[in-house]
C-alpha cells in the first residue's frame, strides 16, 4: 500500500503536465485544428527552467517567494491526496481541511506576487483571484463535507472510499451531485472557461494569466508547473468520486483511475470547446450553484 | 500567586514613578520599564500556573461592603492572562521607542500610567473571585484606556472615538452591574466560588445580560461599533493591547459567568453559534471596504471575536447534544483563538504603528512599496497576515482545523437540526477565511508591495529599536505558536474542562484526535518550511551563472507608467464590495469623465459603518442627553451640595427609624 502511495505521488509530479495537454488537444481536435504536441507543457517547463529572468524594479522578496511558495504549498497539498482507492502517503485526521488551508497558501503566495510588481493589470488579476477564490472556498468545503458526513472520517484517505455496489442506489445520487460541484470547483480555481480563458493574455477578461505576466524563467516554470499539479489535485478529487474503485487488483483500479484522470481532461477541454466565457458578474452565481449542489447532496446524505 | 501580586505591584509601580517624573524621556523611562517588567512576570506566572494545574488563591481583608478581595487563578483565568501579559510587555517595548520623539510635548507619564493601569486591571479582570470586586476592576479596566486612546487629544475624531468607546464601555458595565446585583439577590452572594456550586441556577435573563455586558467589550456585532473607532485613534501600542487582549475579557467573562449558569443549553450554542459567524462575516467585510490599514485591523478583530465566539457556539452546542468530541474541540479552539488572535493582531498592529511613524499615515491609498523601505516591519506584517488568514505554518489556522474538526464530528452524527447548523458553521468558516484573505492581500500587498503612492510613503523607513523589534517578536512568536500547537491544545485542555464542567461521553475521543491533527499539522508545516527551502535551493542554482536581469514592470507595451495607475484599496475591493452591496452599503462618488477630451473624473468610495450611525449614534446621544439633563444637579454651589448630604441623611435616618 504504501509503495502504492509513493508510485500514485510520483504519478502525478510525473503525469500533471500531460492533463494540460490532454485538454489542448481535445479543444484542437474539437475545432479542427491539428494544435499544439500532446507533450507541449513538458517543452515549455524545460525551456523555461533552462532560461534566466528578468525582474522589474519594483519587485521584492516577495516576487521571488511567490512562486516558489505556490509551488511548496501544493507539493505539500499533493501529499495528502489519494488515488484511486489507495491512501495518501500522509494520512490524518483533518487532513481534508489542511489541504484547502495549503490551496489557500499558493493562492496567498500568487497574489502577493503580483501585487508586487505594481502594475494595473496584475492588479486587476489579483483581485478578481481573491474574489472568487473565496466564494468558491465555501463550496469546495461543502463538498468536501459531504465525504466526511457520509463515512463519519475526517481523512481525504479515509474517506475517499468507493461505496459497495449494494450502496451504489443509496449513495449514487449524492455522488453525482458531489461530482458536479466539484467539477465546476475545478473549472473555477484552475481558472478554466466558463470562469477564466487561460489562452488571454491581454485581454480585460483574464484572471490567472494576468497574475503572471510579470514572471518569466524558472519562476514562470514553477507557477505553471504548480497550476498543473492543482489541475491533477482537483481531478483526483472529482474522478474519486466518479470512477469506481476496488476491481479486484491494484493495477486495474489504477488504469481505471488514471483513465479516469484522462476523460476529467477530455471533459474540461469540451467545456471549453463548447462553452464562451461568463461575464464576470455572473461567477458568483455559478460558485454559488456550486456550493447549492454540495449542500443538497449533505441533505440527500442527511435525510 | 506571589509572582503574580509581585506582577501587579512593578505593573502599579511604574504607574506611579511614570506621573513622579514629569512627562519626558524619564516618564517614559519608568512606565515603560514598569509595564514591560510587570508583563514578563506575570508572563511567567501564568506560564508555570498553566503547567502547574490546579488552582492558586490570595485573600485580603477590604474594608468595602458587600465585595471580598479575593483573587484566585486557575487554568481558565491563566489562559486569559497569557495574551494581557504577552501584549503588555510587547506594548511597553514598543511604546517606549515610539513615544521617545514625543518626550515632554504629550504628557507621557500619564499616558503610562493609564497603560500600566489598563494591563494590571486586564489581568485583575480574570483573577478576580467576588463579583463585586470582578464589577471594580472591569471599571478600572473600562475608563484607563479611555485616557490611553486619547493621547493625541487635540484631534477631534480622537476625542470622539474617546467618547464611543467610553459609552459602549458603559452600556456594557451596565448589563454587568445589573447582572452581579441579580446574582446577589439569588444567591445571597458574590463570591464566585459559591456562584460555580450553582448557587444562582440557570436563568435566561442572566443569560442575556451576560451576552450583551460581555458583548459589548469584546465586540460582538452589533456592539462592535467602538472598535473601528477607537484603534485607529489610539497609538499603536494600546491598540494592539486593546485588540489582542482587553477585548478577551468580554470572552471570559461570557466563559466565567456561563460556569455559574449550569450546563449551556441547545438554543444557547445555535444562538452564540449564529452571533459568531454574523459578527465573523460582517467583520471581515466590513474590513475588506476599508481603506485605512488600522480600521482594517480593527475590523479584523471583530471577525476574529466572531471566530471565538463560533467556537464556544460549536462547543455548547456539543454539551448540550451529547458530542463530547465537538464540545471538546470547539470549547479548545476559542480559548487557543484567544491566545493565536493577541499573537497575530499584536503583529500587525505594531507594524501598522511602524507604518504609521515611518510612513507618516496608514491610509492604504497613501502608501505602497514599503517593502523596499521598510524590510523589518514588512516581514512583519507578511507574517502577520499570513498567519490572521489561517495559512500554514501560521498560528491561525489551528483553531480554525479544530473548529471545523468540531463542525464535521456534528456533522457526521447526521442528526438534525444540530447536523444543518454544522453545516452552516463549514460553510461560512469557510466564507471567513476566504475572505480574510482578500481583506490581508489587500492590507498587505496594496500598502507594502508595489510603487509608493505618496512623497510619504517614497521616504519611508523601518522604526529603530523596540519598535522594530517588538513586531518581529510576536512574529515569531505566532509561527512558532503554530509550529507548537500540540503543546498549546494539551495546555488549554484543563480550561476548556472549567468551561465545560462536565462534558458528555467522547471528549477523550476528541481530544485525541485534536492532537493528533495538530501534531500533523505541525509536521506539515515543518515539512512546506523545508520544501520551500529546497525549492529555493533549487531555484537559485537554476539561476546561477544566468543572465538576470532588471527593468520596468510590464505594462503592455505602455512605458510610461505611474504608481497612481495601480490598483487602490477601492478598486482592489471592488469585486466583493459590489456584490456585497445590500451588507456593506458603500457610498460611491464618481465624476465620471465628460466629453471627447475629458479634463478630469474622480471617484471616491467609502464604507462608513451603518449600524454605528443609523443605531449606535441615536442610542449614544439618547445617552448623552440624559446625562446632561442630570446636570442640572450638579451645578457647583457648595450650599445645595450641603442641602443634599442633609436630605439624604434625613431620609436614611426616617428609613432607620421606620
Known amino acids: 500500500m504504501r509503495a502504492l502511495s509513493a508510485v500514485n505521488l510520483l504519478l502525478a509530479l510525473g503525469l500533471s503536465p500531460l492533463l494540460l495537454g490532454i485538454i489542448n488537444r481535445t479543444k484542437a481536435v474539437i475545432s479542427g485544428r491539428s494544435g499544439r504536441p500532446l507533450l507541449q507543457v513538458y517543452f515549455d517547463l524545460a525551456k523555461l527552467l533552462g532560461k534566466g529572468a528578468v525582474y522589474s524594479r519594483t519587485t521584492t522578496w516577495v516576487f521571488k517567494a511567490g512562486p516558489i511558495v505556490g509551488l511548496a504549498a501544493v507539493l505539500a497539498a499533493l501529499a495528502v491526496l489519494p488515488l484511486g482507492g489507495v491512501p495518501a502517503l500522509v494520512a490524518f485526521p483533518g487532513d481534508v481541511f489542511v489541504l484547502v488551508a495549503f490551496l489557500g497558501l499558493a493562492r496567498f503566495a500568487l497574489i502577493c506576487g503580483a501585487l508586487d510588481t505594481g502594475s494595473s493589470f496584475e492588479g486587476m488579476g489579483a483581485s478578481r483571484e481573491a474574489a472568487f477564490s473565496a466564494l468558491a472556498e465555501p463550496a469546495l468545503l461543502l463538498a468536501l463535507l459531504v465525504f466526511v458526513s457520509r463515512t463519519g472520517t475526517y481523512s481525504l484517505s479515509r474517506m475517499y472510499v468507493w461505496p459497495g455496489a449494494g450502496d451504489w442506489l443509496a449513495s449514487g445520487p449524492v455522488l453525482i451531485l458531489v461530482v458536479i460541484a466539484l467539477f465546476i470547483l475545478l473549472l473555477s480555481e484552475n481558472s478554466r472557461i466558463p470562469v477564466d480563458d487561460p489562452n488571454t493574455h491581454l485581454e480585460l477578461t483574464m484572471i490567472h494569466e494576468v497574475m503572471v505576466l510579470d514572471h518569466g524563467g524558472p519562476d514562470l516554470a514553477f507557477i505553471l508547473y504548480a497550476a498543473a499539479l492543482k489541475l491533477w489535485l482537483f481531478s483526483a478529487l472529482v474522478v474519486g468520486a466518479a470512477v469506481p474503485t476496488g476491481l479486484g487488483s491494484p493495477l486495474l483500479d489504477e488504469l481505471a483511475m488514471l483513465a479516469g484522470m484522462g476523460m476529467c481532461a477530455v471533459a474540461v477541454g469540451l467545456v471549453e470547446s463548447t462553452m464562451a466565457r461568463l461575464r464576470l458578474p455572473r461567477v458568483p452565481q455559478l460558485l454559488t450553484a456550486a456550493g447549492a449542489f454540495a449542500a443538497l447532496a449533505l441533505a440527500i446524505l442527511g435525510r | ?658
Not at chain 2, 193 to 222: Q, T, Y
Request: aromatic share 8%; glycine share 12%; proline share 5%.
Open chain 2, 1 to 658: 500567586m506571589g509572582l503574580f501580586l509581585a506582577s501587579l505591584a512593578v505593573l502599579l509601580a511604574g504607574a506611579v514613578l511614570a506621573p513622579m517624573a514629569g512627562r519626558g524621556r524619564a516618564a517614559n523611562f519608568f512606565g515603560a520599564t514598569g509595564a514591560f517588567l510587570g508583563s514578563l512576570l506575570g508572563l511567567a506566572f501564568a506560564c508555570l500556573q498553566l503547567a502547574a494545574g490546579g488552582e492558586a488563591l490570595w485573600s485580603a481583608p477590604w474594608a468595602m461592603p458587600l465585595g471580598r478581595l479575593s483573587l484566585g487563578v486557575d487554568a481558565l483565568s491563566a489562559v486569559f492572562l497569557l495574551p494581557t501579559f504577552i501584549l503588555g510587555a510587547a506594548a511597553a517595548l514598543s511604546g517606549h521607542s515610539a513615544l521617545k520623539g514625543q518626550a515632554g510635548r504629550r504628557p507621557l507619564g500619564a499616558h503610562w500610567f493609564f497603560v500600566n493601569v489598563s494591563i494590571a486591571a486586564t489581568a485583575l479582570v480574570p483573577a478576580a473571585r467576588d463579583g463585586f470586586l470582578f464589577l471594580v476592576v472591569w471599571e478600572v479596566m473600562s475608563v484607563a484606556p479611555f485616557f490611553a486612546i486619547t493621547l493625541r487629544d487635540e484631534d477631534s475624531r480622537v476625542r470622539h472615538a474617546g467618547w464611543v468607546y467610553l459609552l459602549a464601555a458603559h452600556l456594557g458595565a451596565a448589563c454587568l452591574v445589573a447582572l452581579m446585583a441579580l446574582f446577589y439577590a439569588r444567591a445571597g452572594s458574590l463570591d464566585f466560588a459559591l456562584l460555580a456550586g450553582g448557587a444562582a441556577g440557570p436563568s435566561v435573563a442572566l443569560f442575556v445580560l451576560a451576552l450583551v455586558g460581555c458583548g459589548a467589550k469584546a465586540g460582538f456585532v452589533p456592539f462592535h461599533v467602538w472598535l473601528p473607532e477607537a484603534h485607529p485613534a489610539a497609538p499603536s501600542h494600546v491598540s494592539a493591547f486593546l485588540s489582542g487582549a482587553l477585548i478577551k475579557t468580554g470572552i471570559y467573562g461570557l466563559m466565567r459567568i456561563q460556569t455559574f449558569l449550569g450546563a449551556p443549553e441547545a438554543w444557547q450554542g445555535y444562538l452564540l453559534l449564529a452571533l459568531g459567524l454574523t459578527t465573523a462575516l460582517f467583520g471581515i467585510l466590513f474590513a475588506l471596504a476599508q481603506r485605512d490599514v488600522k480600521r482594517l485591523l480593527a475590523y479584523s478583530s471583530v471577525e476574529n471575536i466572531g471566530l471565538i465566539l463560533t467556537a464556544i457556539g460549536l462547543g455548547y452546542l456539543g454539551l448540550a447534544k451529547g458530542f463530547g468530541a465537538a464540545a471538546c474541540l470547539g470549547l479548545a479552539a476559542a480559548l487557543l483563538h484567544v491566545i493565536n488572535h493577541a499573537l497575530m493582531k499584536g503583529t500587525l498592529f505594531l507594524a501598522a504603528g511602524s507604518v504609521l511613524h515611518g510612513a507618516g499615515g496608514t491610509i492604504i491609498d497613501g502608501l505602497g512599496g514599503l517593502g523596499r523601505r521598510m524590510p523589518a516591519t514588512t516581514v512583519a506584517f507578511a507574517a502577520g497576515a499570513l498567519a490572521i488568514c489561517g495559512l500554514p505554518p501560521g498560528n491561525g489556522l489551528v483553531a480554525e482545523l479544530l473548529m471545523l474538526l468540531s463542525a464535521a464530528t456534528q456533522a457526521a452524527g447526521r442528526t438534525f437540526p444540530v447536523a444543518l447548523a454544522a453545516w452552516g458553521a463549514v460553510a461560512g468558516l469557510a466564507l471567513v477565511a476566504g475572505l480574510a484573505l482578500f481583506a490581508f492581500t489587500k492590507a498587505f500587498g496594496l500598502s507594502f508591495l508595489g510603487e509608493p503612492r505618496s512623497p510619504a510613503a517614497a521616504g519611508a523607513h523601518d522604526p529603530a529599536g523596540g519598535e522594530r523589534a517588538a513586531p518581529l517578536i510576536l512574529a515569531g512568536l505566532c509561527l512558532a505558536a503554530g509550529l507548537c500547537a500540540p503543546l498549546l491544545f494539551q495546555a488549554v485542555l484543563p480550561a476548556a474542562a472549567i468551561v465545560a464542567r462536565t462534558y458528555p461521553a467522547g471528549a477523550a475521543e476528541g481530544a485525541a484526535l485534536g492532537t493528533a491533527s495538530l501534531t500533523w499539522l505541525s509536521l506539515a508545516a515543518v515539512g512546506l518550511i523545508l520544501l520551500v527551502a529546497a525549492l529555493a535551493f533549487v531555484r537559485s542554482r537554476l539561476l546561477a551563472g544566468r543572465p538576470v536581469g532588471r527593468g520596468l514592470t510590464w505594462d503592455c507595451g505602455y512605458l510610461a507608467p505611474s504608481p497612481s495607475m495601480q490598483y487602490s484599496s477601492g478598486s482592489f475591493a471592488a469585486p466583493m464590495t459590489g456584490l456585497m452591496r445590500p451588507v456593506l452599503r458603500t457610498e460611491t462618488d464618481l465624476a465620471a469623465p465628460e466629453g471627447i477630451f475629458p479634463a478630469r473624473a474622480a471617484i471616491e468610495s467609502e464604507t462608513p459603518d451603518w449600524l454605528l450611525e443609523s443605531v449606535s449614534e441615536p442610542v449614544f446621544g439618547a445617552v448623552a442627553r440624559f446625562c446632561d439633563a442630570l446636570k442640572a444637579l450638579q451645578h457647583g454651589r457648595t450650599p445645595i451640595y450641603i442641602l443634599y448630604i442633609l436630605a439624604t441623611l434625613v431620609a436614611l435616618l426616617a428609613w432607620r427609624l421606620g
